[in-house]
């Protein structure tokens, strides 16, 4: 038999985006329930009636009345479409009752697994899950799958948040990592994992979906869910489904003198590859160098964009060298004592005897004193 879902995973409902003002976290909120909708959405369209949420379906164990409550009401929207939820590291089932709260409240087609053990969600369909019951759990909680039994000739999926691979020690931290071969030693026709925010394929039949509302920077994510088929052939076939609202786009540029107008048209092209500007959260990183005037452009462009953009987070911009030519310091006054200054501070920035910091303080101080030159020219 053919069986079809979704899955996704990291939701962190209630995730409070300090690092930005209150207009612009609001919204960022508001698409973590909205994207509800849009994979509910997605699983109609697909024919998918199930839907796999791999842990951290909220931020945190303690969510306001309001967090929680609206979720469910947005998944019961969908009478259609069943959701199986995972309590993951930011939300387990601990003390706090969180897990407790979801079932007193949840409609009829939101299901929570709170016990590692199989359940046959379908004829034919058995789900091995394994929630976290506590933050500091100190084990791998698949390794139970291994010898799980489950009606013969039944589909086996896996459900379970963690790494895969460890980021600390040798030690305890590696008690915790989920093995990549657990869909092997498990006999697992799937692995839905979550707690990695970005799409990755460990092998064929172990896989991150990523958020499907992506929260930070990160290279190449766009948030999606997955939709997956098993018992159709040997492999699974997955297929990703953008969901997200908000693009969050790591771009690099390298500057280079005289050719701003070219560097400008790179960025704008590659902007324009996502969502419109107002929904997208960019982490420009700039290196190489320009002229005085070249920056003077690039500065006004990027001001700009900072306007269209949901947020534009410029990095590297103290290491770009200002490249200079005699025009920009003859330029500078006609008595000569600015002048002067600022081929004093070229001198230094160039005096391979002086530390680094001191050459880097004569830098900046140059491309200060030469950009003020070129606006009050």
């Known amino acids: 038999m053919a069986f079809t879902f979704i899955h996704t995973a990291d939701w962190q409902l209630g995730k409070s985006f300090g690092q930005f003002p209150d207009a612009q976290a609001g919204p960022l909120r ?4 909205e994207v509800i909708s849009r994979i509910a959405k997605a699983a109609t369209e697909e024919g998918a009636t199930h839907i796999f949420v791999a842990g951290d379906v909220w931020d945190s164990a303690i969510p306001s009345n309001t967090t929680l409550r609206q979720p469910l009401t947005v998944m019961g929207e969908t009478p259609e479409v069943i959701w199986w939820l995972l309590p993951g590291n930011h939300d387990p089932d601990g003390a706090d009752g969180l897990w407790d709260r979801v079932e007193e409240i949840a409609p009829k087609n939101v299901r929570v697994f709170r016990e590692p053990k199989p359940v046959e ?7 091995l899950p394994a929630p976290w019951q506590r933050i500091q759990h100190g084990q791998d909680l698949t390794a139970w799958m291994d010898l799980a039994k489950t009606p013969p000739g039944n589909l086996r999926i896996g459900l379970a948040h963690g790494a895969v691979k460890g980021f600390g020690t040798e030690g305890d931290t590696d008690r915790e990592v989920i093995p990549p071969t657990r869909a092997e030693t498990a006999r697992l026709d799937y692995l839905a994992l979550g707690d990695w925010h970005g799409r990755s394929a460990i092998n064929s039949k172990t896989h991150y979906s990523g958020t499907p509302e992506p929260d930070r920077h990160k ?5 999606q869910v997955l939709l997956v088929t098993v018992g159709a052939g040997p492999e699974p076939l997955i297929r990703e489904i953008p969901t997200a609202k908000y693009d969050w786009p790591v771009l690099s540029l390298k500057l280079q003198p005289d050719e701003i107008g070219a560097s400008l048209e790179v960025l704008e092209n590659r902007l324009s590859e996502g969502q419109p500007l107002r929904r997208t959260h960019v982490r420009l990183d700039v290196s190489g160098g320009v002229t005085v005037a070249d920056w003077t452009v690039f500065e006004a462009r990027i001001n700009a964009l900072r306007g269209d953009c949901a947020s534009l987070q410029l990095r590297g911009e103290t290491d770009v060298n200002i490249v200079v030519v005699p025009e920009d310091i003859d330029a500078l006054d006609a008595q000569g004592s600015v002048r002067d200054a600022a081929q004093d501070l070229l001198n230094r920035r160039n005096d391979e ?9 004569a830098s900046e101080a140059l491309q200060i004193l030469l950009r003020y030159g070129a606006e009050t020219a």
């Open 30 to 33: 508001e698409a973590r329930i």
């Open 121 to 127: 969600i379908e004829a034919g369909v058995s789900l």
């Open 219 to 223: 290279m190449g994510a766009r948030g």
């Open 353 to 361: 005897d002086l530390s680094k910091l001191d050459r880097d303080i």
